[in-house]
């Protein structure tokens, strides 16, 4: 009597993917994905390793060489100028998130025709790089720029104008990068104001709060979600500095406006780069700068979750 | 005697002719010629367009299959597609610029080509591309380098074209007082600079020293290259160059001698087109040869060779040959090269060239005025490599004069790397 029972009960014998769908699904999802990842990205980052290791020009035999490519960036001038430019970017670059939330503040009100307005303020980051680099190489051009003849009128003079001028130059495009990418955090801060808690920022008013101290304690604490989004493209976009190098000066004067993704790409793959292994010893330099900052991104959005929980 | 070399002239062009259709007839090509070409500006198109149109009349059951690629992206390319996917024949440029392609194998070896006949008609730039006594290419095209200039502008002041080292920098500074700069030049993409270095070498030490220090067998630092860039210096002390040349490409430095505020202009052939769109007609503009700075040292002249190479891995090397030769011949040199096509030098020496005042100035400067030698350009004849660096130490140069040592220090540590192979 009872056996019979259990058979019923069990019923026709299920196969073992019926079986196990719950636990194995979410994998089978997820196949595609880690496949391309690994093929597009965990790969060319060792096979990056790898190449530097060798000395290689692209088309013939490779020899290795073990760490000396590693030991000639180490007396490479043109690396130490691409190392401390990348520098400058990282920091000057971060002047973008406080120039958006001072924008976007600027814009969170309501009057006739403020989606145009921000529409407008919005437009740099739409418009390719490379437009950017060249509007800026005209304004800072030595001879009709604007921005030359401005700062003429105030009785000061950049020699060879900003973008000849070996130390001007690198300021000089950042501040045309810092263009687009103000106008990124501003709609990131946009966007972050549209969640801000109406009855918390009342509560505040309330207890007496207006000004700085309304936006310090009260306001940017709500917007650190849109902080955070702002601080990793801001920083992961310094390190990327590549379109407005090329299009505004191609590294130079005198390859004094090069970074390191630049200085990568001359030394392997420009017309008269043919060094794949020094290239790829670049390469991996500039990773592991970006690791530094990822390691703290994944870490700190890994913290945020265990809040969460 | 006179007239017999020319009869026989006559004679062998007569029956290089009649030989050059007989082959094409008894060998109608059929099957397939796959061409990548870097011809991408409007008048080189329209040549490359031609000479296939032209080649496929010859040879009806021929399929030809065009691909043009814009002229600076094909240099990256054709590292992709020369081991990928290879054209049976690709456009490249003659000397070391061809160096690192025929180290790895991949271009052909087209000596047979150049057995006989081929070799006394292109014997000018049988160097060029010769690498250990072999041939991987053919020329199609070649042009002079020289000093163009504002012929009203020195009528104006009295002036001739100068010879001499010292009447060029006296023309010089009549300019200078005159408020006009003696030299457009824009270095943003830094070869224009390997230009002046060329001349100002060959003329202070001679071809055979600059050929050897662009091959890596002298140093930079040295007595006799600091004799060059000291004579540079004198022109840069002066004021000569326009300033904020570092900002302009060499087309941007144009519109400064269209305009009249610079005289004169180191350029290749090439610019002559551009100055006649700028409105300089041939009594505005005019040329003349690099003046002789040390005394008695035969001149060398910059003049850079396109070429037509056939890729090893081509699938149908016998039509590439083809087409190579037929691009090669008399006729169809003297054809691409007239002044309503290219407007450059036919490198065939039994080709006729263009009534061009430009290009018969040139013609006879590079055969009968260049007894040092020919030489290609800085960033040809040096490798690629070394050509970056050094191009880059000739801007800065240019700019800070007095940073010389650091920056010969610098051409010497990386030419230790650079030729050790």
């Known amino acids: 009597m009872t056996n019979t029972t259990v058979s019923d009960f069990e019923g026709p014998k299920r196969s073992w993917y019926k079986r196990n769908e719950i636990a194995v699904t979410p994998y089978l999802f997820l196949i595609p994905g880690v496949f391309f990842f690994a093929v597009y990205v965990i790969f060319p980052v060792f096979q990056s390793f790898n190449i530097s290791l060798y000395k290689w020009d692209g088309l013939g035999e490779a020899e290795y060489v073990g760490l000396t490519n590693y030991q000639k960036l180490l007396d490479d001038r043109a690396f130490e100028v691409s190392l401390w430019n990348n520098l400058k970017w990282l920091v000057l670059y971060l002047l973008a998130i406080p120039a958006g939330l001072m924008i976007s503040l600027f814009l969170n009100q309501k009057v006739v025709g403020i989606r145009l307005y921000k529409s407008l303020f919005f437009f740099p980051f739409v418009i390719s790089q490379i437009v950017v680099g060249l509007v800026f190489s005209w304004f800072y051009d030595p001879t009709f720029g604007i921005f030359t003849k401005v700062i003429g009128w105030v009785g000061l003079e950049i020699k060879g104008g900003v973008l000849g001028n070996p130390t001007a130059v690198t300021y000089g495009i950042i501040a045309a990068g810092l263009w687009p990418q103000t106008a990124y955090c501003m709609i990131l801060y946009l966007t972050g104001l549209n969640a801000v808690d109406p009855e918390q920022v009342e509560a505040a008013r309330l207890d007496g709060a207006k000004g700085w101290k309304m936006l310090w304690y009260v306001i940017i604490p709500q917007l650190k979600p849109a902080t955070f989004i702002a601080f990793v493209v801001t920083i992961v976009g310094a390190l990327r500095s590549f379109d407005l190098i090329s299009i505004m000066t191609r590294g130079g004067p005198f390859g004094q406006s090069r970074v390191l993704s630049y200085y990568m790409f001359e030394k392997a793959l420009s017309e008269y780069g043919f060094r794949m292994g020094y290239g790829a010893a670049i390469a991996v330099v500039l990773f592991l700068i970006m690791l530094v900052f990822i390691a703290y991104f994944l870490w700190s959005m890994y913290q945020e979750e265990k809040g969460a929980r | 005697m006179h007239s017999i070399i020319k009869t026989s002239f006559a004679a062998i062009v007569a029956a290089g002719i009649t030989a050059t259709s007989a082959q094409a007839d008894a060998h109608a090509l059929s099957g397939d010629l796959v061409i990548f070409s870097d011809m991408s500006n409007p008048a080189p198109r329209a040549v490359m367009e031609g000479m296939v149109e032209r080649f496929g009349e010859m040879h009806p059951e021929l399929n030809i299959e065009l691909t043009v690629i814009d002229r600076e ?88 074209e100068p010879t001499t080292w010292e009447e060029e920098k006296a023309n010089c500074q009549t300019y200078l007082d005159n408020g006009i700069k003696c030299y457009t ?62 900002t302009y490409s060499w087309q941007e430095a144009m519109p400064f001698m269209v305009n009249g505020e610079a005289a004169s202009y180191l350029m290749g052939n090439f610019s002559v087109a551009a100055f006649r769109e700028g409105g300089l007609d041939d009594s505005k503009l005019d040329f003349y040869q690099f003046p002789e700075i040390t005394a008695g040292i035969p001149k060398g002249e910059d003049a850079p060779t396109d070429t037509f190479h056939i890729p090893s891995g081509a699938k149908n090397k016998e039509n590439a040959k083809a087409f190579l030769e037929f691009v090669v011949s008399a006729d169809n040199q003297t054809l691409i090269n007239n002044g309503e096509n290219l407007g450059q030098l036919p490198v065939n020496a039994l080709s006729s060239v263009d009534d061009d005042k430009f290009l018969n100035e040139g013609f006879a400067m590079l055969s009968n005025d260049a007894p040092g030698g020919i030489a290609q350009f800085f960033d040809r004849d040096a490798p690629a490599e070394m050509a970056a660096v050094a191009m880059e130490g000739f801007q800065e140069f240019m700019l800070f004069p007095d940073n010389l040592d650091d920056i010969l220090a610098r051409l010497d540590a990386a030419a230790v790397d650079i030729y050790a192979e």
Do not use: C
């Open chain 2, 185 to 246: 030049i824009g270095t943003k993409f830094l070869w224009t600079a390997g230009g002046w270095f060329d001349y100002l070498n060959m003329r202070t030490n001679g071809y055979d020293y600059h050929a050897a220090l662009t091959a890596g067998q002298e140093k930079w630092d040295s007595e006799k290259t600091r004799a060059t860039f000291a004579n540079w210096r004198e022109l840069i002390d002066m004021g000569a160059f326009i300033d904020n040349h570092q």
């Open chain 2, 73 to 160: 992206a094909y240099k990256t390319q054709i590292r992709n597609f020369l081991t990928a996917d290879a054209p049976d024949v690709a456009n490249w440029y003659a000397a070391n610029r061809m160096l690192p392609y025929v180290e790895a194998g991949l271009f052909e070896d087209v000596s047979d080509m150049w057995e006989g006949q081929m070799s006394e008609e292109l014997a000018s730039t049988k160097g060029a591309m010769t690498i250990d006594g072999k041939q991987y290419g053919v020329p199609y095209t070649y042009y002079q380098w020289g000093v163009y200039y504002r012929k009203d502008l020195m009528e104006q002041f009295g002036l001739s």
